[in-house]
């Protein structure tokens, strides 16, 4: 039997019209970098005692479903990890090309069912039920640009082959960081060095009592837009706004071209006053962790992706 080796495994991806129950087809072969999703199932030591001081066996402990997966951020497969994090878009269509918004603060989320293969073993593990907890990215001035999508699920089921079927493709060509740009108030921000964004749904799992062990669903909690901007010190505006709790908006953007293009437009953002420190001789650079808020009912945030899919 061959040893399982990362570069043959895939992840399958399809949306549940059920929550918990894995489609029977419907699949997308979604490009990664790391996967962590599956299933652990801790021991509980034993607290018995008469038998010596050697322990008795260990009892079994809930089964949690959880991980991440480390993916591109392109023009066309991101938009499925939009999807379950924000819920579905609304899409527009204009000569072939496709404009899908997707705004926070939804409702409800889609559940989603991956699997995790390796042929090799072979074993392909079912992760159904599962929903975005979290979908963060860093901007900088090089290196790969990925996203971390942090996910929650109800259960997991393993097999020998399959059950994903046929799995469709869509073409890849991912976003670089020199496509990226960070704007103020409607201007490009200068000096900034780095950026993280994160946004949160914050599930909360519903642990009921059941004989199978899994957990009920997953309610969608407050959610959160937080992030980090590192910047090299050379104007008191940002400490201003800071100083005065006076709020920004921001624009998070990636272009390939006039038809492919992400942005996060994030309406009002504040930030905190920062120490500003002096490390050495170089260039002195400070950092602020952001937070962004409604504006008066309005949505925190809104994502935007522009290609030529269709509908997600």
Known sequence: MARAQGARSHAALAFESTYGTAPLSGYFRMPFARNTLGAGQPLLD??????????????????????????????RYFGIWLKGAFGAPVSTENLGIYTHVFDSAAATLPSMSIEKGMPETPL????????????????????????????FAQGEADAATTQAGILSELTLA???QFNGSISRDGSQM????????????????VETIRDDGKIDGLDTGMGALTGQLKVRFASTTLLDLATNGTPSALKFELKRTDDELFRLD????????????????????????????????SPMCTATLINDVVAY
């Open 46 to 75: 034993n607290e018995l005692l008469g038998f010596g001081r050697d322990p008795i066996d260990p009892a079994q402990d809930v089964i949690t479903v959880d991980g991440a997966l480390v993916v591109p951020i392109d023009p």
């Open 190 to 205: 200068a000096n900034v060095v780095s950026a993280e964004v994160g946004y949160t749904n914050n599930l909360d799992r």
């Open 266 to 297: 994030v309406p009002r953002v504040f930030l905190p006053r920062p120490k500003t420190q002096i490390e050495g001789p170089a260039g002195i650079e400070v950092t602020f962790e952001w937070q962004a808020a409604q504006d008066n009912g």
């Open 124 to 151: 392909f593990s079912m992760s159904s039920g599962c929903k975005v907890n979290r979908l963060g990215w860093n901007m900088q001035r090089s290196g790969h640009l990925q996203a971390t999508v942090n996910l």
């Open 174 to 176: 991912r976003f670089g």
